[in-house]
C-alpha cells in the first residue's frame, strides 16, 4: 500500500464527520483528534519497530516492552487511585505478565527470540493486561463502595479484612474475566480478529494466520485472570489497616 | 460497680470534624446500659469504637481494666459482639447469614443450632433456606440478633434492634436480652424508645453533638437536674 491510498481512505474519517456535524453530536474534535494522534502513534511506532529490527539487539526489545509496561501503568492508574500503591501493583502485576507470557512462548520454542516476535506479542499481552486492570479496578471500587456494610459486618464479628473483602474481590475478578472468555466463544463466528485479518490481507498462509490468533487467544486468558487476581491480592489490603478497620476514605470514593 | 468498658477522654475526629469530644464514662458489668440520644448523636461511633471498628483519635478505652487497643481485634471482636444499625445481610440465604460468625473461623453451624438460633429471635424454622434479602425488615432485625448471638459473647453492642419489630416482637426480643444479662453478659443497648430504655435498662447513657451529656443509674432520665435531660425527656433537645 503506498501512502496516495492511504491518504483516499481518510474518506471514512470525513463520513463520522460529516454525521457529527449533521446530528449536532459534538464529536467532530473528538474524531480528528483521534485520528491524527493514530496516524503519528503508529507511523512512529513503524519507523521504530523496522529500526529496532535492522538492528537485531535484545536491549531495544527490552526497552521497547519496558516502555509499553510505563504507558499502560501510567493509563490504568488513574482508574485506582485510592489503592496506596497502585502506580507499582500495576507495573508488578504487568511484569509478572510479560514473564509469564515470554517464558512459555520464548522457553518452548513456540516462536524464536527476535524483536518481531516478542515485541508484537508482548504489545498484545500487556495491552490486553491494561484493559483488565482498568475493568478490574472500576468494578472493585463499585464494589466496595456498594458493599460496605457487608464488610464492616463481616470484621465487626471476627473476620479478617481478607474475609470482610472476599466477597467483593471475587466478583470484580470475574466480571473483568468475563468478557474475555466470552469473546473467545465466539471468535471466528462473527469477525475475524484483526491480527489474524492483517496476516491474511498482507499474503499470509490463513492457516498459519488461524494458529498464531489461536496462539494469542489463549495468551490473552493467562492475562486476562493474572493480571485481576494479581491485582486483586495486592491491592485489597490497602482498604484496610493495621488495626483491621476499613479506612472510611477508600470506600466512600474521592 | 465494676466496669466492663471505661471511656477516659475519648475524641474522635473523622474528616476534619470532630464526632466525639472528650468523653469520659463507663459501662457496668453484667448490666444493661441504654445509650440515648437524638439522631446524629453519636451513639453508633460509641459502639464501633468498643468493637474497635474504630480507633479513637485522643484517650484511652478500657476493656476488663486492660487497654482495648492492645487485644488483638480478632478476638476482642468475637468477645464483644455487635448487632448494626441497619441489620445488614450478606449475599445467600438465612442460614448462611447465621453461619456467617462460624464461617469465619472454619467451622460450621449446624442444623439444629440454626433453627435453635431462629427460635429465640421468635423467627419460624421454615424461613432457614429464604434469601436473607427476601425477609422484612423486622424479620432482618431478628436475623441480625441471633446472628449476633452465634459468637459466645462477653459484650453485647446493639444498636437500635427493635425499630422494626411489632410490640410482641420487642417484648420477646426484650426478654432475650434480659436473659443474656442473667447469664452475665454486658449489655449496652442504643434505643430511641425511651420507655424501653427505662424498661429494661439498669444504667443510662445520654449524648448529645458528640458530648456525654448525663451517665448513670437509668433513674436519672427522670430525677436529673440536667437541663438538657430534662429538655431532651421532653424531646426538645434536637
Ligand atoms: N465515616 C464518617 N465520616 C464522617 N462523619 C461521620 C462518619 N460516620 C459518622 N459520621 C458523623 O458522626 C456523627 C455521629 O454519627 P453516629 O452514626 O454515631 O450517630 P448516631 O447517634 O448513631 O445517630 P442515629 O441515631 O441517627 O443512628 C454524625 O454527624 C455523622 O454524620
Ligand atoms: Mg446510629
Known amino acids: 500500500m503506498t501512502f496516495t491510498t492511504l491518504a483516499i481512505t481518510l474518506a471514512f474519517v470525513c463520513i463520522p464527520l460529516v454525521l457529527s456535524k449533521a446530528l449536532n453530536l459534538q464529536l467532530g474534535k473528538d474524531v480528528i483528534i483521534a485520528t491524527i494522534r493514530a496516524i503519528v502513534q503508529l507511523l512512529a511506532i513503524g519507523y521504530v519497530l523496522q529500526l529496532i529490527f535492522d538492528q537485531q539487539n535484545v536491549v531495544f526489545s527490552f526497552l521497547m516492552v519496558a516502555i509499553m509496561i510505563a504507558v499502560a501503568t501510567l493509563n490504568a492508574r488513574k482508574k485506582g487511585a485510592q489503592i496506596n500503591g497502585i502506580t507499582w501493583k500495576l507495573a508488578l502485576s504487568l511484569c509478572v505478565i510479560e514473564a509469564i507470557v515470554m517464558s512459555v512462548l520464548v522457553g518452548f520454542h513456540i516462536v524464536p527470540a527476535t524483536a518481531q516476535y516478542i515485541i508484537p506479542l508482548s504489545g498484545m499481552a500487556i495491552g490486553n493486561s491494561m484493559v483488565m486492570s482498568i475493568l478490574f479496578l472500576n468494578r472493585f471500587t463499585a464494589e466496595i463502595e456498594a458493599h460496605e456494610q457487608e464488610v464492616e459486618l463481616i470484621l465487626s464479628l471476627g473476620g479478617t479484612p481478607k474475609q470482610a473483602i472476599h466477597r467483593q474481590l471475587i466478583t470484580s475478578i470475574k466480571a473483568s474475566m468475563l468478557p474475555t472468555i466470552e469473546s473467545q466463544k465466539t471468535i471466528g463466528l462473527v469477525q475475524l480478529p484483526g491480527m489474524m485479518s492483517g496476516q491474511i490481507i498482507a499474503g499470509a498462509d490463513p492457516v498459519q494466520a488461524v494458529m498464531f490468533q489461536l496462539l494469542v487467544q489463549f495468551m490473552l486468558l493467562t492475562t486476562a485472570s493474572v493480571s485481576s487476581v494479581l491485582l486483586g491480592f495486592l491491592s485489597y489490603r490497602t482498604l484496610f489497616n493495621q488495626k483491621l478497620q476499613i479506612i472510611p476514605e477508600k470506600f466512600t470514593g474521592q | ?238
Open chain 2, 1 to 238: 460497680m465494676t466496669a466492663a468498658i471505661t471511656f477516659h477522654n475519648i475524641s474522635v475526629t473523622m474528616q476534619d470534624t470532630q464526632i466525639i469530644n472528650t468523653i469520659s464514662g463507663q459501662f457496668p458489668k453484667g448490666q444493661i446500659t441504654t445509650l440515648v440520644g437524638p439522631s446524629g448523636a453519636g451513639k453508633t461511633t460509641i459502639l464501633k469504637l468498643c468493637n474497635a471498628l474504630l480507633s479513637p483519635t485522643d484517650g484511652t478505652i478500657f476493656y476488663n481494666d486492660q487497654e482495648l487497643k492492645t487485644y488483638n481485634p480478632l478476638t476482642l471482636r468475637r468477645c464483644v459482639g455487635m448487632a448494626l444499625q441497619d441489620a445488614p445481610m450478606i449475599k445467600g440465604s438465612v442460614y448462611d447469614n447465621l453461619n456467617l460468625p462460624r464461617q469465619l473461623q472454619g467451622e460450621t453451624l449446624s442444623k439444629d443450632e440454626a433453627i435453635q438460633a431462629l427460635q429465640q429471635v421468635g423467627l419460624d424454622a421454615k424461613n432457614i433456606h429464604k434469601k436473607a434479602h427476601d425477609l422484612s425488615g423486622g424479620q432482618r432485625q431478628k436475623l441480625s440478633i441471633a446472628r449476633t448471638l452465634i459468637n459466645p459473647t462477653d459484650v453485647l453492642l446493639l444498636d437500635e434492634i427493635t425499630s422494626a419489630l411489632d410490640p410482641h416482637s420487642v417484648t420477646e426480643i426484650e426478654q432475650l436480652i434480659v436473659t443474656m444479662k442473667q447469664r452475665g453478659v454486658t449489655i449496652i443497648w442504643i434505643t430511641h424508645n425511651l420507655e424501653q430504655a427505662r424498661r429494661i435498662g439498669d444504667y443510662m447513657w445520654l449524648m448529645h453533638r458528640g458530648q456525654l451529656i448525663e451517665s448513670g443509674s437509668i433513674h436519672l432520665l427522670e430525677t436529673s437536674q440536667n437541663e438538657r435531660v430534662q429538655q431532651f425527656m421532653r424531646g426538645e433537645l434536637l
